[in-house]
C-alpha cells in the first residue's frame, strides 16, 4: 500500500478520490 513512501499517498482508496480532488479544488480556488 504504501509504495509510494511515507507520503501516505497510497493509503487513501483509489475509489474515494475526494481528498486529493478537494484539496486540488482548495489550492485552485485559493
Do not use: N, S, V, Y
Amino acid at each position: 500500500p504504501a509504495a509510494d513512501g511515507p507520503c501516505g499517498r497510497e493509503t487513501f482508496p483509489r475509489e474515494k478520490p475526494d481528498t486529493a480532488q478537494l484539496l486540488r479544488d482548495a489550492a485552485g480556488l485559493k
